[in-house]
């Protein structure tokens, strides 16, 4: 089980060069928020809806198949 430790831990190490440095993750998380508050009044519209129209058509397929 150490040696298995061992190996995940030494594999996963390389991967750490990839993760950008926080500074530059500042401005990705700006934007995303940025992003999410500029949908929040679209998605808060669409989402009843979507889920209203799914379930209507998930109605309609038990009413066919289990009749």
Same mark, same amino acid.
């Given at each position: $089980?150490? #040696?298995?430790?061992?190996?995940?831990?030494?594999?996963?190490?390389?991967? !750490?060069?990839?993760?950008?440095? $926080?500074?530059?993750?500042?401005?990705?998380?700006?934007?995303?928020?940025?992003?999410?508050? #500029? !949908?929040?009044?679209?998605?808060?519209?669409?989402?009843?809806?979507?889920?209203?129209?799914?379930?209507?058509?998930?109605?309609?397929?038990?009413?066919?198949?289990?009749?």
């Amino acid at each position: $089980m150490l #040696q298995l430790f061992f190996a995940v831990a030494f594999s996963a190490a390389p991967l !750490t060069l990839y993760v950008p440095p $926080m500074r530059n993750l500042n401005l990705f998380v700006e934007a995303l928020e940025s992003f999410i508050h #500029q !949908t929040s009044d679209y998605s808060v519209r669409v989402f009843p809806r979507a889920r209203l129209g799914f379930s209507r058509v998930v109605a309609a397929l038990r009413r066919i198949f289990f009749l």
